[in-house]
């Protein structure tokens, strides 16, 4: 499902500078070889943010909604502290 739902947004013509998308990191190394595989450039696999979230230690939904937040603010600002996205 996050395959299609990636290749979809990679397949308009849609600039996006944060992309979240949840899941273990084997599951995301997975989703991000594929769409590599189908032709998608490594400039758009880095606005794939993986796990979603800055790196706070969040368990709770809500910790992850303001740890979700959080990254969306850092990458608006164009910071690069401690980031816990993969690419």
């Known amino acids: 499902m ?3 739902a990636l290749l979809s947004i990679f397949n ?3 600039t996006c500078r944060y992309i979240g998308m ?3 990191q084997k599951r995301v190394q997975m989703v991000l070889q594929s769409l590599s595989d189908q032709g998608i450039s490594d400039q758009q696999l880095n606005f794939i943010h993986a ?8 368990l ?15 990458v608006k600002r164009a910071r690069h502290c401690n980031s816990s996205h993969l690419v």
Do not use: H, K
């Open 22 to 24: 949840m899941g273990s």
């Open 51 to 58: 796990p979603i979230g800055a790196n706070i230690g969040a």
């Open 12 to 14: 308009q013509d849609i």
């Open 60 to 74: 709770t939904p809500g910790e992850i909604a303001v740890s979700i937040c959080a990254e969306l603010i850092q």
């Open 2 to 4: 996050d395959l299609a």
